[in-house]
Structure formats: structure tokens, C-alpha cells
């Protein structure tokens, strides 16, 4: 989050509804409710606002709506 924050000056952080980390992680995710996961992001000093809920695709109206200059993405080896 810290070097994801260093490329601008606002950072939104998206997470995802429970069934969309149930279809790519398995049946016994997620671990923690969207509630749980979103107070431990807002818990991060780094970032400024949180979109709750959010597709897995950002849309180019998703983009246009919050006014975002760089998307930035986590890789893992297990998406």
C-alpha cells in the first residue's frame, strides 16, 4: 500500500464482495465478512477511501466517476 500510495496522491482501495472471492480463492473463502476486510483496510495509514464492494473489472466509467490517473494492481501467484 505504501509504494501503491507513493505513485499519486489519493489512494482508493477496491474490495471485493465475498462471492467473488469465493469463485477464484475456493468454498472456504473468505476468511473475514466484507465488513472485517474493509475496517482492515481503512486500519492502513496509506490509504484515503475504500470502494466497497467493487467488480473485478475496472470500467473505464469507474476511472472517468473517481477522477483516477493510475490503477495499480497486486499480482499473486494464486489469482
Not at 482501495?13 to 480463492?25: A, L, P, Q, R, T
Not at 467493487?54 to 483516477?68: G, P
Request: aromatic fraction near 12%.
Amino acid at each position: 500500500m505504501k509504494k501503491a500510495k507513493s505513485m499519486g496522491t489519493f489512494l482508493y482501495v477496491g474490495v471485493w464482495e465475498d462471492d467473488i472471492v469465493n469463485y477464484f480463492k475456493g468454498s472456504n473463502y473468505p476468511l473475514l465478512s466484507l465488513h472485517e476486510r474493509v475496517l482492515m483496510v481503512f486500519a492502513c495509514r496509506y490509504i484515503d477511501d475504500i470502494i466497497i464492494g467493487t467488480s473485478y473489472n475496472i470500467t473505464s466509467d469507474m476511472i472517468k466517476s473517481l477522477n483516477i490517473q493510475k490503477v495499480v494492481h497486486a499480482k499473486t501467484n494464486e489469482m
